[in-house]
C-alpha cells in the first residue's frame, strides 16, 4: 500500500522521488511513508531495493524459453520490453 500511496502522489505531481534501475523505476527511501512501522534504515532499504544483475540475467532467460514458445502470438510490446531489460542488464 506504501509503493501504491507513492504511485498515486507521484502521478498528482505531489511527489518527484524516483530511481532508476534496471528493472524500472523505483521509490526513494525518503519518498515512502514509513508511519505506523518500526523504522527501517535507509542502509536496509537500500539492500532490499539493490537490483541483483546476475539473478535478473537468469530470471529473464526463463522468459526468453517461454517468449521462444509463443513465437508469433507474442505482443511485440512485451517483446520490445523484454529486449530493453536486457540491454539494462547487461549495461
Do not use: C, I
Not at 60 to 74: I, V, W, Y
Amino acid at each position: 500500500m506504501r509503493v501504491l500511496q507513492w504511485v498515486v502522489d507521484r502521478s498528482r505531481g505531489r511527489t518527484r522521488g524516483v530511481e532508476e534501475t534496471s528493472l524500472g523505476l523505483m521509490p526513494r527511501y525518503e519518498d515512502l511513508n514509513w508511519t505506523g512501522l518500526e523504522k527501517l534504515s535507509a542502509a536496509r532499504y537500500a539492500e532490499l531495493a539493490r537490483v541483483d544483475a546476475a539473478a535478473w540475467k537468469d530470471e529473464l532467460a526463463s522468459h526468453d524459453e517461454l517468449f521462444a514458445k509463443l513465437g508469433k502470438r507474442l505482443p511485440a510490446a512485451l517483446e520490445a520490453g523484454r529486449g530493453r531489460m536486457h540491454q539494462k542488464l547487461a549495461a
